[in-house]
């Protein structure tokens, strides 16, 4: 894939996701009743609510850097998984397989994003030697 077409994709959808995770993140900030009715339904309390609030408008900042913070970036993917797998998990359990539809496709956003992250940003390894 060539590499402007990579960037293109990246950016895409790291938007996407800011996107969604801001509007959640400020939702959540705000005691939006969508947001928090789902939420707490889920069983999740509101201290935590608040905390995911916080927490992804923090990831939004970091993600939208061009070229910086590429390991504390690693961190905010990560994070978006962990808040997708659970909120997965827990509508699944709670509400039913139709309820997961969102996180089906920020799980899918996130993968393809995540991706070209990696080919943008290659993993590099510095192995210390053992003397």
């Known amino acids: 894939m060539e590499l402007k077409t990579t960037k293109t994709i ?8 800011s996107l969604w995770f ?3 993140g400020f ?6 009743p969508v947001v928090w009715d789902i939420t707490l ?5 509101a201290y935590f609510i608040y905390a995911l609030g916080v927490l992804k408008l923090s990831g939004v ?4 850097i061009p070229n910086k913070f590429l390991r504390l970036k690693e961190w905010v ?3 978006i998984a962990f808040d997708i797998l659970f909120a997965f998990t827990s509508k699944f359990v709670v509400v039913g397989p139709a309820g997961t539809i969102d996180a089906i496709i920020a799980g899918t956003a996130l993968t393809i994003t995540y991706l070209m992250f990696r080919k943008l940003y290659p993993l590099t390894y510095h192995h210390a030697t053992a003397n």
Do not use: C, D, R
């Open 27 to 32: 939702f959540e900030l705000t005691t939006n």
């Open 10 to 17: 990246y950016w895409i959808g790291a938007i996407f996701i």
């Open 77 to 79: 993917f990560a994070g």
């Open 41 to 45: 339904k889920l069983g999740y309390p």
């Open 22 to 24: 801001a509007a959640s």
């Open 61 to 64: 900042i970091v993600l939208l």
